[in-house]
């Protein structure tokens, strides 16, 4: 792979015009295949994701594959800002427009000087510890690791998080945080925010720009892959709700633990109308989805106790008419499956203290819970626990929810409400 020359050393905002360096650098970009954003000059709109198809000539034209079409009235010699990695250093530049090459691939003159990329596209949010919004990350390697930690800041560019915690997704193991797992413009094709002012949850995938020690911790950055028009207005959304409360009173207003960000007016009205949907949308009115619920065969694997019986009688109340509870994984296996004209279990909860509970990784003990299903993980699986723990969303199958014990709010009501939901139309 051609590699740059070191250049001399320069100040930040100084022009790099030296013809053979930008060649060098635009090719090991392409040879990396590297996707890294570009974004219309002067204008509020989003990044795009793309990558190098093509070099034509001596560095006389690039040919970038985009995710997302760029609109049709642009016209050509339209000036594109772009942002690329090239060894330990960021660049940026312009590039011209001159025309669509084919599906999603785009003619653009190549830079003529390129400046170090101290400062982002897009204006970062910083976020405090108790705004508790939280990070979860899954990259595509094998075997595949999953990261969580806190939201550091965040932009419609991208954001950073604090790694609290790094695991193993085949078994649920921790591994210690360090930045050598976080190689530059490693993808992770899953990230999840949750808990961001007026937006409770968005999911995207991520592409690393760095990972950097601050003392004990490690700081981890990613830029956004690519973002779909929806996900664009609600994060702007977000963002812009929450400028404006940063102007208006010098620091966002105050919140509960796991609650979003809204102004005391605000969450009284926005939890009554979580509830009210909640209700509104809950099947249990539905006459068949009860006789459903009601012939559904559901079994219960929980120790024996006071938390059981409260469980057993919030299913009471929900319409699980046939309702089996059993203390542990060995009394269950002989149940699962169907025989003697009994049906197979349309849903199985289980205890995630089953698998050892105290200071066992969450995502470790549903790992252990799988395994001792064995041949019969195929299920319809309930995790049940007492908080639910953000991890364990990176390890979810279309066949596998988690719930809390019992709902503690609106949002936990939901959830609920829409296990249920899934359990009246199996």
């Not at 968005?202 to 028009?229: K, M, N």
Request: hydrophobic share 40%; charged share 25%.
């Amino acid at each position: 792979m051609n590699r740059p020359r070191s250049e001399k050393p320069v100040a930040s905002d100084l022009a790099i015009e030296d013809p053979a360096f930008i060649e060098a650098a635009l090719q090991a970009l392409f040879e990396s295949e590297a996707e890294f954003p570009i974004k219309v000059e002067g204008t509020s709109t989003l990044p795009y994701a793309s990558v190098i198809k093509e070099i034509r000539g001596k560095n006389e034209m690039l040919v970038l594959k985009l995710i997302r079409p760029l609109p049709h009235e642009l016209m050509n010699g339209a000036l594109f800002q772009v942002i690329f990695p090239c060894e330990d250093k960021r660049y940026q530049a312009r590039i011209a427009f001159q025309g669509r090459e084919g599906y999603l691939q785009y003619k653009f003159t190549p830079p003529v000087s390129l400046t170090h990329a101290d400062r982002r596209i897009a204006k970062r949010f910083p976020f405090r510890p108790r705004e508790s919004a939280y990070v979860i990350a899954q990259d595509g390697r094998i075997p595949a690791l999953g990261v969580a930690g806190p939201l550091v800041n965040i932009g419609l560019g991208g954001f950073a998080m604090r790694v609290d915690r790094v695991l193993k997704l085949d078994d649920g193991m921790r591994v210690p945080p360090s930045t050598a797992l976080f190689d530059r413009e490693r993808v992770f094709p899953r990230v999840r925010i949750q808990d961001l002012p007026r937006l409770p949850l968005l999911e995207w995938r991520g592409i690393v720009t760095h990972a950097t020690a601050r003392g004990d911790e490690v700081i981890l950055g990613f830029d956004f892959g690519e973002l779909t028009e929806d996900e664009a207005r609600s994060l702007g959304d977000c963002l812009n709700f929450r400028e404006k409360l940063m102007r208006g009173s010098g620091h966002p207003t105050g919140r509960t633990e796991g609650s979003t960000l809204l102004p005391p007016d605000e969450a009284p009205r926005r939890v009554a109308r979580t509830a009210v949907a909640a209700n509104e949308e809950a099947p249990g009115t539905d006459p068949l989805a009860r006789l459903q619920r009601r012939s559904a065969r559901v079994l219960l694997c929980m120790p024996e106790g006071e938390m059981r019986d409260k469980v057993q009688a919030h299913l009471a109340d929900q319409g699980i008419a046939r309702l089996e509870c059993l203390p542990g994984i060995d009394e269950l296996r002989p149940l699962l499956q169907a025989k003697g004209g009994q049906p197979a279990a349309a849903w199985v909860l289980l205890d995630l203290n089953l698998a050892g509970g105290g200071d066992v990784e969450p995502l470790a003990a549903m790992r252990t819970l799988e395994r001792d299903l064995g041949e019969f993980g195929g299920l319809s699986l309930v995790m049940l626990c007492e908080r639910v723990d953000p991890t364990l969303f990176l390890a979810l199958d279309t066949n596998i929810r988690v719930l809390p014990y019992l709902p503690a709010d609106a949002e936990e009501e939901m959830a609920w409400s829409q296990a249920l939901e899934m359990l009246s139309v199996s």
